[in-house]
Protein backbone atom coordinates (compact mmCIF):
# COMPACT_ATOMS: atom_id res chain seq x y z
CA UNK A 1 0.00 0.00 0.00
CA UNK A 2 1.03 3.54 -0.69
CA UNK A 3 1.21 6.94 1.46
CA UNK A 4 -1.37 9.61 1.06
CA UNK A 5 1.12 12.81 2.05
CA UNK A 6 -0.20 16.15 3.15
CA UNK A 7 2.21 18.88 4.11
CA UNK A 8 1.88 22.41 4.94
CA UNK A 9 -1.51 22.10 3.81
CA UNK A 10 -3.44 25.76 4.41
CA UNK A 11 -6.58 26.93 2.69
CA UNK A 12 -9.52 29.42 3.47
CA UNK A 13 -12.39 30.36 2.07
CA UNK A 14 -12.29 33.33 -0.07
CA UNK A 15 -13.39 36.66 1.93
CA UNK A 16 -13.05 34.82 4.92
CA UNK A 17 -10.58 36.30 8.05
CA UNK A 18 -10.10 32.65 9.14
CA UNK A 19 -8.32 30.06 7.75
CA UNK A 20 -9.93 26.10 7.69
CA UNK A 21 -6.00 24.29 7.74
CA UNK A 22 -3.06 26.29 8.49
CA UNK A 23 0.08 24.79 7.69
CA UNK A 24 -1.30 20.78 8.31
CA UNK A 25 0.57 17.78 7.51
CA UNK A 26 0.10 14.19 8.06
CA UNK A 27 0.67 11.05 6.04
CA UNK A 28 -2.45 7.93 5.88
CA UNK A 29 -1.95 4.81 4.32
CA UNK A 30 -3.98 4.02 1.60
CA UNK A 31 -4.77 0.81 2.92
CA UNK A 32 -6.49 2.00 5.90
CA UNK A 33 -9.82 1.96 6.68
CA UNK A 34 -10.09 5.24 8.31
CA UNK A 35 -13.06 6.81 10.17
CA UNK A 36 -13.23 10.63 9.80
CA UNK A 37 -14.22 12.65 12.90
CA UNK A 38 -14.98 16.20 14.16
CA UNK A 39 -17.81 18.76 15.10
CA UNK A 40 -19.74 19.95 12.61
CA UNK A 41 -18.14 23.55 10.82
CA UNK A 42 -14.60 22.20 11.32
CA UNK A 43 -13.74 21.16 7.47
CA UNK A 44 -14.51 17.85 7.03
CA UNK A 45 -16.18 18.19 3.55
CA UNK A 46 -14.04 21.11 2.72
CA UNK A 47 -10.99 18.68 3.28
CA UNK A 48 -12.71 15.71 1.07
CA UNK A 49 -12.92 18.58 -1.82
CA UNK A 50 -9.46 19.71 -1.36
CA UNK A 51 -8.48 16.16 -2.19
CA UNK A 52 -10.65 16.24 -4.96
CA UNK A 53 -8.85 19.13 -5.92
CA UNK A 54 -11.79 21.27 -6.40
CA UNK A 55 -10.51 24.40 -4.24
CA UNK A 56 -7.08 25.96 -4.69
CA UNK A 57 -4.63 25.61 -1.45
CA UNK A 58 -1.05 26.21 -0.44
CA UNK A 59 1.15 23.11 0.67
CA UNK A 60 0.99 19.93 -1.38
CA UNK A 61 -0.99 16.53 -1.30
CA UNK A 62 0.67 13.68 -2.70
CA UNK A 63 -0.95 10.14 -3.34
CA UNK A 64 -0.79 7.39 -5.95
CA UNK A 65 -4.19 6.39 -5.95
CA UNK A 66 -7.38 8.58 -7.24
CA UNK A 67 -9.70 9.83 -4.86
CA UNK A 68 -13.12 8.85 -5.45
CA UNK A 69 -16.26 10.77 -3.96
CA UNK A 70 -19.50 8.76 -2.42
CA UNK A 71 -22.32 9.18 -3.49
CA UNK A 72 -21.51 9.36 -7.01
CA UNK A 73 -23.97 11.90 -8.64
CA UNK A 74 -25.85 9.71 -11.09
CA UNK A 75 -26.76 12.33 -14.19
CA UNK A 76 -29.35 9.69 -16.13
CA UNK A 77 -31.43 8.43 -12.93
CA UNK A 78 -33.80 6.30 -15.99
CA UNK A 79 -30.75 4.40 -16.55
CA UNK A 80 -30.98 0.72 -14.81
CA UNK A 81 -28.69 -0.26 -11.75
CA UNK A 82 -26.26 -2.20 -13.94
CA UNK A 83 -25.87 0.46 -16.66
CA UNK A 84 -24.78 2.88 -13.33
CA UNK A 85 -22.28 0.03 -12.51
CA UNK A 86 -21.09 -0.58 -15.83
CA UNK A 87 -20.45 3.82 -15.62
CA UNK A 88 -18.68 3.98 -13.10
CA UNK A 89 -16.46 0.74 -12.80
CA UNK A 90 -16.35 -0.52 -17.02
CA UNK A 91 -13.72 -2.99 -16.00
CA UNK A 92 -16.06 -5.02 -13.70
CA UNK A 93 -16.48 -8.41 -14.51
CA UNK A 94 -19.77 -10.11 -14.43
CA UNK A 95 -18.86 -12.53 -11.21
CA UNK A 96 -17.18 -9.36 -9.53
CA UNK A 97 -20.38 -7.23 -9.82
CA UNK A 98 -22.42 -10.42 -8.11
CA UNK A 99 -19.67 -11.19 -5.27
CA UNK A 100 -20.02 -7.46 -4.51
CA UNK A 101 -24.10 -7.66 -4.62
CA UNK A 102 -24.06 -11.24 -2.13
CA UNK A 103 -21.99 -8.99 0.31
CA UNK A 104 -24.42 -6.62 0.53
CA UNK A 105 -27.26 -8.58 0.87
CA UNK A 106 -28.36 -7.13 -2.78
CA UNK A 107 -31.01 -8.70 -4.51
CA UNK A 108 -30.01 -9.00 -8.63
CA UNK A 109 -33.08 -7.44 -9.39
CA UNK A 110 -32.03 -4.11 -7.77
CA UNK A 111 -29.74 -3.83 -11.01
CA UNK A 112 -32.33 -4.75 -13.78
CA UNK A 113 -34.64 -2.15 -12.26
CA UNK A 114 -34.29 1.71 -12.97
CA UNK A 115 -32.22 3.83 -10.64
CA UNK A 116 -35.14 6.11 -9.62
CA UNK A 117 -36.59 3.66 -8.63
CA UNK A 118 -34.24 1.80 -6.09
CA UNK A 119 -34.99 3.05 -2.60
CA UNK A 120 -32.29 5.28 -0.51
CA UNK A 121 -31.07 2.13 1.03
CA UNK A 122 -30.65 0.37 -2.39
CA UNK A 123 -29.08 3.36 -4.04
CA UNK A 124 -26.54 3.53 -1.51
CA UNK A 125 -25.30 -0.20 -1.94
CA UNK A 126 -25.43 0.10 -5.55
CA UNK A 127 -23.27 2.77 -5.70
CA UNK A 128 -20.75 1.60 -3.11
CA UNK A 129 -20.62 -2.05 -4.88
CA UNK A 130 -19.65 -0.08 -8.43
CA UNK A 131 -17.30 2.52 -6.58
CA UNK A 132 -15.07 -0.33 -4.52
CA UNK A 133 -14.85 -2.46 -7.98
CA UNK A 134 -12.22 0.21 -9.35
CA UNK A 135 -9.11 -0.63 -8.75
CA UNK A 136 -6.25 1.97 -7.49
CA UNK A 137 -9.02 3.59 -5.79
CA UNK A 138 -9.14 5.15 -2.44
CA UNK A 139 -13.11 6.03 -1.44
CA UNK A 140 -14.20 9.41 0.13
CA UNK A 141 -17.10 8.11 1.39
CA UNK A 142 -19.58 10.83 3.14
CA UNK A 143 -22.21 9.96 5.35
CA UNK A 144 -23.75 6.87 3.81
CA UNK A 145 -25.67 6.09 6.60
CA UNK A 146 -27.82 9.04 5.93
CA UNK A 147 -31.41 7.54 5.50
CA UNK A 148 -30.28 3.93 6.36
CA UNK A 149 -32.71 2.01 8.85
CA UNK A 150 -30.77 -0.39 11.77
CA UNK A 151 -30.58 -3.06 9.95
CA UNK A 152 -29.06 -1.36 6.90
CA UNK A 153 -26.84 0.38 8.87
CA UNK A 154 -25.37 -3.27 10.29
CA UNK A 155 -25.02 -4.45 6.69
CA UNK A 156 -23.65 -1.30 5.46
CA UNK A 157 -20.87 -2.07 8.55
CA UNK A 158 -20.20 -5.46 7.83
CA UNK A 159 -19.34 -4.88 4.28
CA UNK A 160 -17.02 -1.80 4.43
CA UNK A 161 -15.58 -4.06 7.52
CA UNK A 162 -14.04 -6.71 4.53
CA UNK A 163 -12.85 -3.51 2.77
CA UNK A 164 -9.63 -1.45 2.58
CA UNK A 165 -8.89 1.93 1.55
CA UNK A 166 -11.15 4.59 2.58
CA UNK A 167 -11.31 7.48 4.36
CA UNK A 168 -15.63 7.32 6.02
CA UNK A 169 -17.18 10.15 7.02
CA UNK A 170 -20.04 9.56 9.91
CA UNK A 171 -21.47 10.50 13.04
CA UNK A 172 -22.95 7.10 14.04
CA UNK A 173 -20.89 5.75 16.82
CA UNK A 174 -21.66 1.83 16.30
CA UNK A 175 -21.40 2.08 12.51
CA UNK A 176 -17.72 3.37 12.47
CA UNK A 177 -16.95 1.05 15.92
CA UNK A 178 -18.06 -1.74 13.17
CA UNK A 179 -15.89 -0.86 10.57
CA UNK A 180 -12.90 1.22 10.72
CA UNK A 181 -9.38 0.92 12.01
CA UNK A 182 -7.66 4.17 12.07
CA UNK A 183 -9.09 7.71 13.41
CA UNK A 184 -8.83 10.81 11.56
CA UNK A 185 -9.75 13.78 14.10
CA UNK A 186 -10.51 17.22 13.03
CA UNK A 187 -9.67 19.10 16.79
CA UNK A 188 -10.10 22.32 17.67
CA UNK A 189 -6.68 23.61 16.95
CA UNK A 190 -4.67 20.11 15.23
CA UNK A 191 -5.48 17.17 12.99
CA UNK A 192 -4.41 13.65 14.95
CA UNK A 193 -4.46 10.50 13.55
CA UNK A 194 -4.56 7.10 16.24
CA UNK A 195 -4.74 3.53 15.90
CA UNK A 196 -8.23 1.69 16.61
CA UNK A 197 -12.14 2.97 16.33
CA UNK A 198 -14.15 5.47 17.34
CA UNK A 199 -14.34 4.25 20.74
CA UNK A 200 -10.69 3.68 21.57
CA UNK A 201 -10.27 7.22 19.90
CA UNK A 202 -12.50 8.82 22.39
CA UNK A 203 -11.71 6.85 25.60
CA UNK A 204 -8.47 8.16 24.85
CA UNK A 205 -9.35 11.31 24.67
CA UNK A 206 -11.14 11.49 27.82
CA UNK A 207 -8.25 10.44 29.27
CA UNK A 208 -6.09 13.03 27.59
CA UNK A 209 -8.65 15.93 28.77
CA UNK A 210 -9.17 14.42 32.28
CA UNK A 211 -4.81 14.43 32.37
CA UNK A 212 -5.04 18.11 31.51
CA UNK A 213 -7.70 19.22 33.43
CA UNK A 214 -5.59 17.42 36.72
CA UNK A 215 -2.27 19.50 35.40
CA UNK A 216 -3.97 22.65 34.59
CA UNK A 217 -5.46 22.73 38.40
CA UNK A 218 -2.30 22.06 39.66
CA UNK A 219 -0.09 24.50 37.95
CA UNK A 220 -2.87 27.00 38.62
CA UNK A 221 -2.30 26.44 42.44
CA UNK A 222 1.46 26.29 41.92
CA UNK A 223 1.06 30.04 39.75
CA UNK A 224 0.04 31.24 42.77
CA UNK A 225 2.47 30.03 45.05
CA UNK A 226 5.06 31.03 43.17
CA UNK A 227 3.84 34.45 42.87
CA UNK A 228 3.76 35.03 46.52
CA UNK A 229 7.08 33.51 46.87
CA UNK A 230 8.58 35.98 43.86
CA UNK A 231 7.25 38.62 45.85
CA UNK A 232 8.46 38.14 49.09
CA UNK A 233 11.84 37.06 47.63
CA UNK A 234 11.85 40.36 46.31
CA UNK A 235 10.83 42.33 49.37
CA UNK A 236 13.65 40.32 51.26
CA UNK A 237 16.26 41.48 48.84
CA UNK A 238 15.01 45.34 48.65
CA UNK A 239 15.16 44.83 52.18
CA UNK A 240 18.08 44.08 52.35
CA UNK A 241 20.04 46.40 49.82
CA UNK A 242 18.64 49.13 52.05
CA UNK A 243 20.27 47.90 55.11
CA UNK A 244 23.49 48.58 53.51
CA UNK A 245 23.48 52.21 54.87
CA UNK A 246 21.90 53.60 57.83
CA UNK A 247 21.72 51.44 61.16
CA UNK A 248 19.70 48.24 61.71
CA UNK A 249 16.92 47.61 63.98
CA UNK A 250 18.66 47.69 66.89
CA UNK A 251 19.96 50.96 66.12
CA UNK A 252 23.65 49.71 65.63
CA UNK A 253 25.67 50.74 62.78
CA UNK A 254 25.09 48.18 59.17
CA UNK A 255 27.07 44.74 58.71
CA UNK A 256 29.39 45.18 56.03
CA UNK A 257 28.41 46.53 53.05
CA UNK A 258 29.91 43.90 50.88
CA UNK A 259 28.34 41.14 52.83
CA UNK A 260 24.80 42.95 52.88
CA UNK A 261 25.30 43.39 48.96
CA UNK A 262 26.08 39.75 48.26
CA UNK A 263 23.33 38.62 49.96
CA UNK A 264 20.86 41.26 48.21
CA UNK A 265 22.18 39.95 45.32
CA UNK A 266 21.22 36.17 46.16
CA UNK A 267 17.68 37.41 47.17
CA UNK A 268 16.84 38.49 43.87
CA UNK A 269 18.75 36.04 42.07
CA UNK A 270 16.22 33.90 43.80
CA UNK A 271 13.30 36.08 43.49
CA UNK A 272 14.08 35.90 39.19
CA UNK A 273 14.30 31.90 39.57
CA UNK A 274 10.63 32.03 40.79
CA UNK A 275 9.70 34.49 38.60
CA UNK A 276 10.92 32.46 35.78
CA UNK A 277 9.78 29.06 36.73
CA UNK A 278 6.27 30.66 37.61
CA UNK A 279 6.10 32.09 34.06
CA UNK A 280 7.02 28.70 32.71
CA UNK A 281 3.96 27.33 34.68
CA UNK A 282 1.88 30.30 32.86
CA UNK A 283 3.04 29.03 29.23
CA UNK A 284 2.74 25.53 30.25
CA UNK A 285 -0.89 26.23 31.24
CA UNK A 286 -1.22 27.91 27.95
CA UNK A 287 -0.42 24.88 26.05
CA UNK A 288 -3.56 22.77 28.47
CA UNK A 289 -7.24 21.81 26.88
CA UNK A 290 -6.50 23.81 24.00
CA UNK A 291 -8.92 21.02 22.03
CA UNK A 292 -11.03 20.07 24.99
CA UNK A 293 -14.73 19.71 23.17
CA UNK A 294 -16.74 21.33 25.74
CA UNK A 295 -19.99 19.91 25.99
CA UNK A 296 -21.95 22.08 27.52
CA UNK A 297 -25.04 21.05 29.12
CA UNK A 298 -28.53 21.91 27.09
CA UNK A 299 -32.42 21.95 29.18
CA UNK A 300 -35.45 22.02 27.70
CA UNK A 301 -38.88 22.80 30.49
CA UNK A 302 -41.95 20.37 28.88
CA UNK A 303 -45.33 22.00 29.77
CA UNK A 304 -46.97 19.98 33.05
CA UNK A 305 -48.58 17.06 32.72
CA UNK A 306 -49.47 14.11 35.12
CA UNK A 307 -46.85 11.26 34.51
CA UNK A 308 -48.34 8.27 32.88
CA UNK A 309 -51.01 10.66 31.18
CA UNK A 310 -52.24 9.54 27.68
CA UNK A 311 -51.30 12.07 25.23
CA UNK A 312 -52.05 10.34 22.48
CA UNK A 313 -53.43 6.50 20.93
CA UNK A 314 -52.86 4.94 17.32
CA UNK A 315 -55.68 2.09 16.65
CA UNK A 316 -55.53 0.21 14.15
CA UNK A 317 -53.03 2.05 11.93
CA UNK A 318 -51.75 1.83 8.92
CA UNK A 319 -50.50 4.37 6.33
CA UNK A 320 -51.37 3.47 2.57
CA UNK A 321 -49.28 5.12 -0.66
CA UNK A 322 -51.31 5.19 -3.89
CA UNK A 323 -54.17 3.15 -2.35
CA UNK A 324 -52.24 0.50 -1.11
CA UNK A 325 -51.30 -0.33 2.69
CA UNK A 326 -47.71 -0.02 3.14
CA UNK A 327 -47.22 -1.26 6.71
CA UNK A 328 -49.64 -3.64 9.21
CA UNK A 329 -51.60 -2.56 11.45
CA UNK A 330 -50.54 -1.13 14.90
CA UNK A 331 -51.58 0.00 17.63
CA UNK A 332 -50.20 1.65 21.00
CA UNK A 333 -50.53 5.07 23.37
CA UNK A 334 -47.90 7.45 24.01
CA UNK A 335 -48.03 8.43 27.74
CA UNK A 336 -46.18 10.77 29.45
CA UNK A 337 -42.78 10.55 30.34
CA UNK A 338 -41.90 7.79 27.87
CA UNK A 339 -39.10 7.97 25.24
CA UNK A 340 -40.78 5.96 22.50
CA UNK A 341 -38.34 4.66 19.29
CA UNK A 342 -40.28 4.26 15.95
CA UNK A 343 -38.27 1.62 14.79
CA UNK A 344 -38.93 -0.31 11.13
CA UNK A 345 -37.16 -0.48 7.93
CA UNK A 346 -37.22 1.99 5.09
CA UNK A 347 -40.23 3.19 3.38
CA UNK A 348 -42.81 1.48 5.98
CA UNK A 349 -44.22 4.88 7.06
CA UNK A 350 -42.52 5.79 10.58
CA UNK A 351 -42.36 9.22 9.06
CA UNK A 352 -46.08 9.49 8.09
CA UNK A 353 -47.57 8.42 10.97
CA UNK A 354 -44.97 11.06 13.01
CA UNK A 355 -47.07 13.30 10.45
CA UNK A 356 -50.73 11.91 11.41
CA UNK A 357 -50.23 12.57 15.13
CA UNK A 358 -49.61 16.36 13.88
CA UNK A 359 -52.57 16.31 12.31
CA UNK A 360 -51.22 16.27 8.83
CA UNK A 361 -53.38 14.41 5.64
CA UNK A 362 -52.18 11.42 5.21
CA UNK A 363 -53.78 8.49 3.74
CA UNK A 364 -54.65 6.27 6.49
CA UNK A 365 -56.61 3.44 8.04
CA UNK A 366 -57.35 3.57 11.50
CA UNK A 367 -57.86 5.90 14.18
CA UNK A 368 -55.44 8.57 16.12
CA UNK A 369 -56.18 10.27 18.98
CA UNK A 370 -54.40 12.89 21.03
CA UNK A 371 -55.09 14.34 24.32
CA UNK A 372 -57.44 17.74 24.36
CA UNK A 373 -55.16 20.68 24.16
CA UNK A 374 -52.04 18.74 23.38
CA UNK A 375 -48.53 21.05 22.30
CA UNK A 376 -46.32 19.18 20.11
CA UNK A 377 -43.05 20.34 19.46
CA UNK A 378 -41.69 18.66 15.95
CA UNK A 379 -38.53 18.33 14.49
CA UNK A 380 -38.94 17.34 10.52
CA UNK A 381 -36.46 15.02 8.56
CA UNK A 382 -36.08 17.58 6.22
CA UNK A 383 -33.87 20.95 6.19
CA UNK A 384 -34.37 22.28 2.95
CA UNK A 385 -36.83 24.70 3.30
CA UNK A 386 -34.57 26.93 5.68
CA UNK A 387 -33.84 29.94 4.09
CA UNK A 388 -33.57 33.48 5.09
CA UNK A 389 -32.00 35.22 7.87
CA UNK A 390 -31.76 33.76 11.63
CA UNK A 391 -33.60 36.50 12.86
CA UNK A 392 -36.77 35.86 10.47
CA UNK A 393 -37.00 32.28 11.47
CA UNK A 394 -36.78 33.55 15.68
CA UNK A 395 -39.84 36.01 14.77
CA UNK A 396 -41.75 33.33 12.32
CA UNK A 397 -41.31 30.56 14.82
CA UNK A 398 -42.04 32.90 17.89
CA UNK A 399 -38.57 32.06 19.75
CA UNK A 400 -36.92 33.48 22.59
CA UNK A 401 -34.25 35.24 20.19
CA UNK A 402 -31.74 34.76 23.10
CA UNK A 403 -32.05 31.09 24.43
CA UNK A 404 -32.48 30.29 20.78
CA UNK A 405 -29.19 31.18 20.16
CA UNK A 406 -27.48 29.99 23.37
CA UNK A 407 -28.53 27.03 22.86
CA UNK A 408 -26.77 27.33 19.20
CA UNK A 409 -23.81 28.29 20.50
CA UNK A 410 -23.75 25.58 23.17
CA UNK A 411 -23.93 23.10 20.26
CA UNK A 412 -20.84 24.35 18.60
CA UNK A 413 -22.55 27.11 16.10
CA UNK A 414 -19.95 29.85 16.06
CA UNK A 415 -21.46 33.45 16.29
CA UNK A 416 -20.13 34.40 13.10
CA UNK A 417 -22.92 31.90 11.57
CA UNK A 418 -25.60 33.66 12.78
CA UNK A 419 -25.28 36.28 10.20
CA UNK A 420 -25.66 34.25 7.11
CA UNK A 421 -28.57 33.18 5.01
CA UNK A 422 -29.53 29.96 6.63
CA UNK A 423 -29.55 28.16 3.19
CA UNK A 424 -25.88 28.41 3.67
CA UNK A 425 -25.65 26.52 6.59
CA UNK A 426 -24.08 23.24 6.54
CA UNK A 427 -26.44 19.85 7.05
CA UNK A 428 -25.20 19.72 10.97
CA UNK A 429 -25.87 23.51 11.48
CA UNK A 430 -29.19 23.19 9.55
CA UNK A 431 -30.40 20.15 11.44
CA UNK A 432 -29.31 22.01 15.04
CA UNK A 433 -30.99 25.10 14.15
CA UNK A 434 -34.06 22.58 14.19
CA UNK A 435 -33.51 20.94 17.20
CA UNK A 436 -32.54 24.10 19.15
CA UNK A 437 -36.52 25.97 17.88
CA UNK A 438 -37.30 22.59 19.56
CA UNK A 439 -35.72 22.65 22.73
CA UNK A 440 -36.96 26.40 22.92
CA UNK A 441 -40.63 25.33 22.69
CA UNK A 442 -42.48 24.09 25.34
CA UNK A 443 -44.74 21.08 25.01
CA UNK A 444 -46.29 18.48 26.55
CA UNK A 445 -44.93 15.94 23.61
CA UNK A 446 -41.77 16.00 21.27
CA UNK A 447 -41.88 14.34 17.95
CA UNK A 448 -38.60 14.12 16.66
CA UNK A 449 -37.84 12.38 12.76
CA UNK A 450 -34.24 11.34 12.58
CA UNK A 451 -33.11 14.37 14.50
CA UNK A 452 -29.42 13.17 14.30
CA UNK A 453 -28.79 13.63 10.64
CA UNK A 454 -25.41 15.07 9.72
CA UNK A 455 -24.99 16.11 13.41
CA UNK A 456 -21.66 15.58 14.89
CA UNK A 457 -20.86 13.12 17.78
CA UNK A 458 -20.60 15.58 20.44
CA UNK A 459 -23.32 17.11 19.89
CA UNK A 460 -25.46 13.61 20.10
CA UNK A 461 -24.06 12.93 23.36
CA UNK A 462 -25.07 16.67 24.66
CA UNK A 463 -28.96 15.72 23.39
CA UNK A 464 -28.64 12.42 25.28
CA UNK A 465 -27.47 13.93 28.32
CA UNK A 466 -29.95 16.40 27.98
CA UNK A 467 -32.54 13.50 27.23
CA UNK A 468 -31.75 11.90 30.17
CA UNK A 469 -31.90 14.78 32.61
CA UNK A 470 -34.87 16.90 31.70
CA UNK A 471 -36.99 13.74 30.64
CA UNK A 472 -39.47 15.46 28.19
CA UNK A 473 -41.97 12.69 26.37
CA UNK A 474 -40.11 11.87 23.55
CA UNK A 475 -41.71 9.76 20.04
CA UNK A 476 -38.76 10.00 17.52
CA UNK A 477 -37.35 8.29 14.77
CA UNK A 478 -33.67 7.48 14.75
CA UNK A 479 -31.41 5.04 13.13
CA UNK A 480 -28.68 5.70 15.69
CA UNK A 481 -27.97 2.51 17.50
CA UNK A 482 -26.25 4.26 20.30
CA UNK A 483 -28.74 6.46 20.49
CA UNK A 484 -31.70 5.13 20.74
CA UNK A 485 -30.18 2.39 23.62
CA UNK A 486 -29.30 5.11 25.91
CA UNK A 487 -32.53 7.06 25.03
CA UNK A 488 -35.36 4.91 24.55
CA UNK A 489 -38.07 3.59 27.39
CA UNK A 490 -39.98 1.74 24.61
CA UNK A 491 -39.57 0.58 21.18
CA UNK A 492 -42.57 0.00 18.28
CA UNK A 493 -41.35 -2.04 15.66
CA UNK A 494 -43.44 -1.64 12.81
CA UNK A 495 -44.00 -4.16 10.09
CA UNK A 496 -43.95 -3.55 6.79
CA UNK A 497 -47.11 -4.92 4.72
Known amino acids: MSMIDVSNLTFGYEGSPELIFDHVGFQIDSGWKLGFTGRNGRGKTTFLRLLQGEYPYSGTISASVEFEYFPYEVANLSRTGLEVVREIAPEAEDWEIQRELGLLDLAERSLELPFSSLSNGERTKVLLAAMFLKENAFLLIDEPTNHLDLEGRRKLGSYLARKRGFLLVSHDRAFLDQCVDHILAINRTNIEIQRGNFSSWWENRRRQDAFELARQEKLQKDIGRLTESARRASGWSDRTEKSKFGVDKTGAKAADRGFVGHKAAKLMQRSKSIQRRREEAVE ?51 LAGERIALQGANGCGKSSLLKLLLGEEIPHSGTVETMSGLVVS ?9 RGSLTEFVRTQGLDGSRFRTILRKLDVPREQFEKDLADYSSGQKKKVLLAASLCTQAHLYVWDEPLNFIDVISRMQVEDLLLACRPTLLFVEHDARFCDEIATRRIRIQRE
Open 284 to 334: EKKQLLQNLERQEALAVTPLPCRTGARLAEFRDVAVCYNGRRVCREITFEV
Open 378 to 386: YVSQNTDHL
